[in-house]
């Protein structure tokens, strides 16, 4: 085994370590987000079957699932933002 297969040797080796460690590292935001999107989902029983339920015939409980569907899609966007293809 010549020089240059040590090194390529170890710069696989110092690749998959530093692969492992980026798995296992937990990820920043996730507990925030999983707050809110657990908030979120909470709301989605309180405020139409709770909150909302003496406006019969109302567009209330129409706009709260129009406004939280859009929520929602925030929090999905805001959730996979930060996912990368690391290849």
Known sequence: MDETD???EQREHEQHDHER???QRPRRGFRPWL?????SVASAFIVPYLWLSPLVGSFAVYGF??????VVAGFIYWGVASWRDDE
């Open 35 to 39: 707050v809110v999107v657990a908030l």
């Open 21 to 23: 460690s980026l798995a």
């Open 6 to 8: 040590k090194e390529h």
């Open 65 to 70: 699932w129009t406004g939280f569907s859009l």
